[in-house]
């Protein structure tokens, strides 16, 4: 069965530091990946998504950026955070063709990772 | 993608059917409507998605009319552990994109 994780799990940084966050789906192979953000008592805003190695596309302008080093592994990551990068962040990953056959993309969250700026 | 809109927030008590409608009017052909449940601190899950008329699973049944402008999440029978965000979405077949809106706020009480 196929698995999705995430770390770290919190973290608190000061504002003008780096941030790596991570993400790996197991048991899938080429999957498509994604990186949400929800800030507190708001909604999901998409972030980033990949639907194959070195094909990133940004939904918003951001000190934030993502890569996909390897097929399974996507990770986020900012030179210098601002206060206003804190939040949840979510990865999730679907199935690549998902929808092409029958219904359409469904997305599989990992546990997220609560950041908070300082 | 097709805007929805939904409640924002919808209280029950332990024991009725919730049905919660989202309206999306500018649906496209090969647009499906997505349902996802989401509690604090953690990711949305995936509830049901459906194309048209009804589907049902262990967890809700979502009523889709001819038209497909909107579409209506029930939950038999909710429990204090349905407290939950519901979101709405529209995705198109073959797509990538997924967007979420605010979604309703769903709060059961005893």
């Known amino acids: 069965s196929q698995t999705i994780h995430q770390w770290p799990a919190t973290l608190v940084q000061p504002v003008g530091s780096p941030l790596s966050l991570e993400c790996t789906v197991e048991g899938t192979s080429n999957p498509n990946l994604y990186w949400y953000r929800q800030a507190a008592g708001r909604g999901l805003q998409l972030l980033f998504y990949s639907v194959g190695i070195g094909q990133i596309s940004s939904e918003v302008p951001q000190n934030l950026s993502a890569s996909r080093p390897q097929d399974r592994q996507f990770i986020l990551s900012s030179k210098k955070l601002l206060l206003s990068d804190s939040g949840f962040y979510l990865c999730?990953?679907?199935?690549?063709?998902?929808?092409?056959?029958?219904?359409?993309?469904?997305?599989?969250f990992g546990a997220g990772s609560r950041l908070t700026v300082l | 993608l097709a805007k929805t809109t939904q409640p924002i927030s919808m209280d029950s008590y332990e024991g009725q059917e919730v049905n919660i409608t989202c309206s999306h009017n500018?649906?496209?052909?090969?647009?499906?409507i997505t349902w996802y449940q989401q509690f604090p601190s953690q990711g949305p899950r995936f509830i049901i998605q459906?194309?048209?008329t009804k589907v049902t699973n262990e967890v809700a049944s979502l009523f889709i009319p001819a038209d497909r402008k909107s579409s209506t999440l029930s939950l038999p029978r909710v429990s204090l552990s349905d407290t939950a965000v519901y979101y709405c979405?529209?995705?198109?077949?073959?797509?990538?994109?997924?967007?979420f809106g605010a979604g309703t706020r769903l709060f059961v009480k005893a």
């Open positions: 459906g194309y048209k």
């Open positions: 979405l529209v995705v198109p077949r073959g797509g990538f994109k997924t967007i």
């Open positions: 500018n649906i496209a052909t090969n647009d499906y």
């Open positions: 999730a990953w679907s199935q690549v063709g998902a929808g092409s056959t029958s219904g359409a993309n469904v997305l599989t």
